[in-house]
């Protein structure tokens, strides 16, 4: 298999999908009116170690970033990891375990989840590039009760691919899988759709975020490798919006938040809006339903779409706050190293100036010559304890092959329990 990200890339890939500070100069911007009450102040936010070791207990999964989380029931939740390194064995295979299970991919070549037993340390000493594969998409499904983990891919011929492979733009297309939901016992995921392209000059992508897919999965209460699913492009109107950076379920509803691109100022801003489609038409994959905030009322033209918060990411999440009548996003702003939240009543908001919550200790770490990268905060309430509580995962990334060898410790989700008080 031919592998189309380089870890040379995947810093670029950061600057792309991070991006820069929003410069609002525009006439034609629409610019959020935010609420200058904030309901809830930060107690405490700490590391939650126990949980961050999750992402440490396999001898072949060694490190990913993205991390959604989407809860299928009351016991499992399903994990989504973008750009993954699996660890090769002595013959350049993945090793066989008790739970490796067998299916048929759509190419009717035997696949298997790449599901492994726990070992103490993911890299050795004498690790190099060519110990690992690099694959653009990993699942794990985690029992909440138990803690217990199993990560999975595919592997198909001798070669490790994602689980995730779209099916509407061509085989060298491929996915980071997103935020999602359960409705009527449907999975669905959006996710983005990256494209390879040719290099054309020095410091270029060689990528491009093509546009965004919602994945149906009809059948996610069984192993990932076995997952029957069918995809469909969201309504972006030529990228005018990249839509599916937070996704939410609420009343007869489903929300996805975008990445406002006719609004950025370079192609690394995220201004963010909202649109909604009825949870009726989204079972029927029926995009024509989808309506956008236009700042004082929803509308079906996607270029009305107006800003209901302006440092947002390309991806976040948008989840209830327990107990209480409030919504709250938690997300990094382009280029930081602090996680924030704002807190709104209703999805389309006003929303809340935003409080930051964490600053990641990560970002400090120098390794050969190059600061560590972190990113994509994201909230997964199945993990809280209590109901002022939110725990929150994001990923730090050293840079290319060479600084991931020299600090395999770095490249892996870190997770920290942040109690609120009002």
Known sequence: MAYYLTMKSKLQKLNFVLGSLIVSNSLNMVSAVADPYKPFTVKSAVPDQSLTKMFRSSSRWCGAD???????????TVWFFGDTFIKKDNRGATSKSKSISKSKSKSGSESKSGSEPKSKSNNSDADTASSFDFI????????????????????????????????TVGNKSYYWPGDGFVLDEKLFVASKVIVPRPVKFPGDFGFEWKSDDILQITNAGETPTKWQWKGIALPEHKRTALMGTALLLKDDFAYFYSSLQKFARGPAVHPTGVARIPQRALLAMDMSKFEFWNGQKWVPDIDQASIIFEDGASEMTVTEVAGEPYLVTTYMAPMSSDICMRFARKPEGPWSDPIKVYQCPEHLEVVLGRRTAVYSAKAHPEFSHHKDEIVVSYCPNPGE???????PDLYYPRIIRVTLKK
């Open 66 to 76: 993205g991390a959604c989380t989407v809860p299928i029931d009351e016991d499992t």
């Open 136 to 167: 653009n998409n990993t699942v794990a499904v985690q029992k909440l009760k138990s803690q217990k983990v199993d990560f999975f891919w595919r592997n198909i011929n001798g070669q490790r691919w994602p689980v995730l492979i779209p099916k």
């Open 401 to 407: 092959m060479k600084h991931y060898l020299a600090r």
